[in-house]
């Protein structure tokens, strides 16, 4: 059984380079079989939820963009290829034809390139993000802990945005959080 997710998320937790994880109240290292008896989930817990749960929003809302910056690179890059003799024909010097060529034709594959390591960039983060997030619900629902979440994203200033984050919690202590972060 992997620990640390449950116990990441407590105010027990206490981790230390010569004794690893361990449980602030035993002072041994954690154990249970599916959910511990002691766990308390409050401060921490709450935080790294929001957190977690805000990272996979931004990013979610950076989707488009980076789709349309993918779809525009790749296309300017294809174009480039394919019409570099034609372009390279409109200079002025055609001793240099071949130097345009090959040069329209790196940009065209740079182009490619730059867009592949965009997306992938992107596919990393979500996956990242989503991971984190799935990590925390796995345990809050063997606890038995369910929540709705609202995110309210306010108009950016300066390039911060500020986001109110909102939670009603169901068969938790804590009926109702909000937390207002800055994200720039």
């Not at 065209?108 to 992107?122: E, T, W, Y």
């Not at 390039?159 to 804590?174: A, D, L, S």
């Not at 109702?176 to 720039?184: D, F, P, R």
Request: hydrophobic share 40%.
């Amino acid at each position: 059984m992997n620990f640390s997710k449950h116990c990441d998320l407590c105010e027990n937790e206490i981790t230390s380079l010569e004794k690893g994880l361990t449980c602030k109240l035993t002072n041994k290292k954690p154990e249970f079989k599916n959910t511990c008896p002691e766990i308390k989930l409050d401060n921490k817990f709450v935080k790294k939820l929001e957190i977690a749960n805000l990272e996979l929003e931004t990013i979610k809302k950076k989707k488009n963009t980076i789709l349309f910056s993918f779809f525009f690179l790749i296309i300017v890059g294809f174009l480039l290829i394919y019409k570099s003799s034609a372009f390279a024909k409109m200079m002025l010097s055609p001793i240099y034809f071949w130097y345009y060529k090959v040069g329209l034709i790196s940009v065209g594959v740079s182009n490619i390139i730059v867009a592949c390591f965009k997306l992938r960039a992107f596919k990393g983060e979500f996956g990242t993000a989503r991971h984190k997030k799935n990590n925390i619900e796995e345990v809050l629902e063997k606890y038995g802990i369910c929540y709705e979440l609202k995110l309210d994203f306010k108009e950016k200033i300066h390039g911060i945005q500020e986001v109110i984050v909102k939670m009603n919690f169901k068969n938790w202590k804590k009926k109702q959080t909000e937390t207002i972060y800055k994200i720039s």
